[in-house]
């Protein structure tokens, strides 16, 4: 008994060490219905780098977008940006729309379409151009 316990022991340290971790934490300004996905699905899509750019700024994420059953077909879409305490959003996005016809019409997949659309507009997002249009202080340099 001494030896399992001994073994179970061994096995949860390591798996605890093989966990990813979140080194950076970011904040984001998007509608509680989106955010609920994105929590469920697993967070947001982003880099350490791209999280480490937002709080260099003091900016956040800034996502719109949908996740739907119209007429049977499962529908999604992404729009991502960055936006200071000011609410000010930069010009810079990223887009992104997934539609499937061929899976089940469901909310569950919408919501997996979503965070698909999500990911790719992340990724399809100029970072750089973003945040630089923001001060370090993430005061906004559009005026």
Request: net charge neutral.
């Amino acid at each position: 008994m001494k030896k399992l316990s001994k073994t179970l022991l061994v096995a949860a340290v390591v798996g605890l060490s093989a966990a990813p971790a979140f080194s950076c934490s970011l904040m984001d300004s998007t509608t509680e219905a989106l955010r609920n996905i994105i929590n469920q699905q697993g967070g947001y899509p982003v880099t350490d780098e791209q999280c480490a750019m937002l709080n260099a700024h003091h900016l956040r994420i800034h996502v719109d977008g949908d996740a739907l059953v119209l007429d049977g077909v499962n529908v999604a879409w992404a729009d991502v940006s960055v936006v200071n305490a000011d609410h000010v959003i930069a010009t810079k996005s990223g887009v992104s729309t997934r539609i499937n016809r061929k899976a089940v019409a469901s909310q569950t997949v919408a919501d997996k379409l979503f965070v698909e659309a999500l990911a790719q507009a992340v990724n399809s997002l100029d970072w750089n151009a973003a945040t630089g249009q923001f001060a370090a202080s993430g005061k906004s340099l559009l005026n």
